[in-house]
């Protein structure tokens, strides 16, 4: 089939709902993430059962209607936030559907399902079928090849990368599965190929079952939402991130919007709504959580970040570190912090915040209901040295108890250095600084300034006097972290001088993308 027709379409809707029925319990079985609430392949086949009834009531007479008609029964009848998803998936290929839907069509279509159902969810995560509907749009970017062709390229890229997911996310590394709702997109891509090339349904992909008990700690809250305005959607998704997380706000291009959110307050979650439009057919079900895994029944506990600088981030992440980057200046909101809670295996969770805002923030995620089900414990840090203190300590073989308290003493132990370029004039303790001067701080504390400009000859030799000063009560580890608007060679020019005056000392640094501060220094 060189071009998609709307009896096409109907075949399509009619083999996701027969594919999805009966990996339904496999699916299901293997739903582990962002809960354990094993209704994953229910919420995927309810939500295309709902949008081929749909079209099974019309009479389009293109394609292109069919594919409106069926997106709009999907976000009228998604489910669970998988549900939601695959209605975006479905709509992204209605919003681009005109003209001959041919092999182009689909790829671009495909690329704008993946902004579409993106957009939607408040925290993308890696490891979800958000990640393996961008691994099908980029390998699909820019084909013109014939429109089975493509699809058979989508479908064969979104198994390639289901399978990558149990190294994304924790969580499913942990249970030893693949994500649920990737497994849901896989089925509903395959039967696309089968329409297209009259290929027997693929149903082969590897799935591996997680079991155990469960019970239930929070609310799955549902409800279409008529009569909002565009512009108050911002604030909807803002209020909903403070109830709970797994965050979505999809609208079916037509002025409804599907709201998703897991929540501990139910009642919050409707009146959030209310204050905007109008909620309809709203429902509410129990979310349930894994049974607490016994000693030595796997990995129990993680240790994860919450800093800021990119560049930071990556160096946490490439020694296996759950991280959430949050913008300079910016604090996260409590569904950013349950988010990266649920990335965590295990029960026990050690955050370690890089600052002052950000362990508050921590704090408030910690000890609100929708983290019940986590041991959770927040130590504080006020600046990212303190965190890669905590971390040269963490020791996974260790008891937990004693490993939290190992990394809290070397967080507290660990004193703080900072360069900073004083943005306007200011009155310190140690005198007056001007727009451009070099202050040094100790401990959150003045302790010198340097005249502008803040040239790498200046900058090192601020620095030294700062760590002389750390030094003086002793100290045989530094470490140096670089802000973004440090020049390239004072990381280098530093450890030089610091050799010359202080060989004793052993020093590491790194790259910190931190933009408030030039220069980061710990002392251990």
């Keep these: 089939m060189r071009v998609l027709d709307a009896a096409a379409v109907a075949a399509w809707a009619a083999g996701c709902v027969h594919s999805l029925a009966s990996l339904r319990p496999a699916i299901d079985e293997i739903n582990v993430y962002p809960v354990a609430d094993s209704d994953t392949g229910s919420n995927m086949l309810f939500t295309m059962t709902g949008a081929a009834r749909e079209l099974s009531g019309a009479a389009p007479e293109t394609a292109a209607d069919a594919l409106k008609i069926l997106a709009r029964g999907a976000v009228a009848s998604a489910k669970g936030n998988s549900g939601v998803i695959l209605s975006q998936v479905v709509r992204g290929l209605a919003d681009r559907a005109e003209g001959d839907l041919d092999g182009a069509w689909l790829a671009k279509a495909l690329g704008h399902a993946d902004e579409v159902a993106t957009g939607a969810v408040s925290r993308p995560v890696a490891g979800t079928i958000l990640t393996v509907l961008h691994a099908v749009a980029l390998a699909v970017r820019g084909d013109t090849s014939p429109l089975p062709e493509i699809a058979a390229k989508a479908a064969k890229e979104a198994a390639h990368a289901l399978e990558k997911t149990p190294e ?122 894994p049974t607490p895994i016994e000693p030595g029944g796997g990995i129990d506990r993680t240790v994860v970040a919450v800093v800021h600088g990119g560049a930071l981030a990556e160096l946490l992440r490439a020694e296996s570190i759950p991280v959430l980057a949050v913008p300079e200046g910016g604090t996260p909101s409590v569904e950013d912090v349950i988010g990266l809670l649920n990335e965590a295996a295990g029960r026990q969770v050690t955050v370690l915040p890089g600052s002052v805002a950000l362990t508050a923030a921590a704090d408030t995620a910690a000890g609100h209901a929708m983290a019940a089900d986590r041991d959770v414990v927040v130590i504080p840090c006020a600046s990212p040295v303190q965190v890669l203190a905590a971390l040269a300590v963490h020791d996974a073989g260790r008891r937990t108890n004693d490993d939290v308290v190992a990394m809290a003493e070397a967080a507290a132990a660990t004193r703080r250095g900072e360069l900073r370029i004083a943005q306007e004039e200011s009155l310190t303790w140690v005198g007056r600084a001007q727009s451009g001067d070099v202050v040094g701080l100790v401990d959150d504390e003045v302790v010198l300034i340097e005249p502008a400009p803040a040239s790498e000859t200046n900058l090192v030799a601020a620095a030294m006097k700062v760590l002389n000063r750390m030094l003086a009560l002793g100290g045989e580890l530094v470490t140096v972290l670089s802000g973004a608007a440090a020049p390239p060679g004072v990381a280098e020019e530093l450890a030089e001088q610091l050799r010359v005056e202080h060989p004793e000392v052993e020093l590491t640094s790194y790259a910190s993308g931190q933009a408030d501060a030039v220069l980061l220094m710990g002392v251990e």
């Excluded at 996310?169 to 089925?187: F, T, W």
């Excluded at 803002?238 to 979505?248: A, C, P, R, Y």
């Excluded at 919007?257 to 959030?272: K, L, M, T, Y």
């Design 168 to 289: 994304q996310l924790p969580a499913l590394a942990r249970a030893g599965v693949v994500d649920a709702g990737a497994r849901g997109l896989v089925a509903v891509l395959d039967a696309l190929v089968a329409v297209l090339t009259g290929a027997p349904v693929r149903q082969d992909h590897a799935l591996e079952v997680h079991t155990g008990t469960a019970e239930a700690y929070a609310w799955e809250v549902m409800y279409l939402l008529d009569g909002v305005d565009e512009a108050s959607l911002p604030t909807l998704q803002k209020e909903l991130s403070g109830l709970g997380d797994s965050v979505t706000v999809a609208g079916d291009g037509s002025g409804a919007h599907a709201v998703h959110v897991h929540c501990a307050d139910i009642g919050a979650a409707i009146e959030a709504g209310l204050a905007l439009g109008r909620p309809r057919r709203i429902r509410v079900e129990p979310l349930l959580t």
